[in-house]
Nanobody, 119 residues
């Protein structure tokens, strides 16, 4: 069952912008964090940005000042606004949410959306 649905990926020229969206199923309760990861060819998956239920935000250094993570108040959707895109931003971008299940954390993942930055 698909519980995270991503959209907004595509091709853009260097310096351009894209906004990624991730719709979160209402069946996921007790979300404590939402995040975007990316995985470029031949590289490990990398945490790009995260936002917690109490609005603590982190970014990987390589995108600071260019990307912005945000969410709606109900935590139904998480966004990644990507500006001043560079070729090195090319990757499959994955949405992830973390919820509490009893005494444990449960991670959910989207299918990924391709972002390609090239001339």
């Amino acid at each position: 069952q698909v519980q995270l649905v991503e959209s907004g990926g595509g091709w853009v020229q260097p310096g351009g912008s894209l906004r990624l969206s991730c719709a979160v199923s209402a069946r996921i309760f007790n979300i404590i964090a939402m995040a975007w990861y990316r995985q470029a060819p031949e590289k490990p998956r990398e945490l790009v940005a995260s936002i917690t239920s109490d609005d603590k935000i982190t970014y990987v250094d390589s995108i600071k000042g260019r990307f912005t993570i945000s969410r709606d108040n109900a935590m139904n959707t998480v966004y990644l606004q990507m500006n001043s895109l560079k070729p090195e931003d090319t990757a499959v971008y994955f949405c992830s949410v973390t919820s509490t299940v009893g005494l444990r954390f449960q991670d959910y993942w989207g299918q990924g959306t391709q972002v390609t930055v090239s001339s």
